[in-house]
């Protein structure tokens, strides 16, 4: 009997610890995504008077991975249209 409970206390140490792990190993996969999707929008927006909302991403014919921006002028809202922007693989 207390080798049935010593077995289960070292599997619910185990498992608390991998647990704690997978944790730590999901923010800091969740970091990593937030800073990526920070670079691109730095890079994809380097226009002073434009404002740009991501309208959607998607995978061209080629493989590429696009992403697709719907902008309009701060200055003049009749200046508007789509931007697009793929990365290479």
Known sequence: M???IYILVASLCFSVAYASKLSRYMDKV???Q???QQREWQQDMNF???AFRLDR?????QGQ???AYVFRARSNPYRHGQYIVCDER
């Open 2 to 4: 207390k080798k049935i």
């Open 30 to 32: 969740d970091a990593e």
């Open 34 to 36: 937030q800073a990526q």
């Open 48 to 50: 002073p008077d434009l």
């Open 57 to 61: 991403r998607f995978i061209d014919d």
């Open 65 to 67: 991975r696009c992403r």
